[in-house]
């Protein structure tokens, strides 16, 4: 794990420790997307999901996540009036999530291989104690 405040070269730090990774959530937006098509594999996937990054001159390059067969998907989480609309709308109808198997926090690689292993049918759930 690369921790970006201790490490803000991160995507070097990462590919040093880990090598390239499949997925990134980026949550900095244009102030640090350059980094995370530096950190991908190619063919890799980038959900771009925030742009909390401070504003930057670094415009995205698209011709790396082109040549880097670099899949980039945005993901809207909507606003704060959406999100207590749903809250609503799940209290009101009582929806509750089909957990399939929990985990403890120890055993977070095996949680991670039983969900890569697609047997599950609803959510896989890792507890994090709350110490």
């Excluded at 995370?36 to 790396?64: C, E, F």
């Excluded at 993901?75 to 207590?84: A, H, L, N, Q, Y």
């Excluded at 999530?97 to 055993?107: N, Q, T």
Aim: glycine share 8%; charged share 20%; hydrophobic share 45%.
């Amino acid at each position: 794990m690369v921790n970006y405040t201790s490490a803000p070269e991160w995507d070097e730090a990462l590919r040093k420790s880990a090598g390239y990774v499949d997925q990134v959530i980026e949550i900095g937006g244009a102030g640090t997307f350059n980094r995370s098509l530096k950190a991908v594999r190619m063919g890799g996937y980038i959900a771009l999901i925030g742009n909390r990054a401070a504003a930057s001159d670094d415009v995205p390059n698209l011709t790396t996540a082109l040549m880097k067969s670099v899949r980039v998907q945005g993901v809207f989480v909507g606003s704060r009036e959406m999100f207590e609309a749903m809250n609503r709308a799940i209290v009101l109808h009582s929806i509750r999530p089909v957990v399939d198997r929990e985990f403890a926090f120890e055993e977070a690689q095996a949680a991670l291989s039983y969900f890569e292993s697609g047997a599950h049918v609803g959510k896989v759930v890792l507890s994090v104690p709350l110490t």
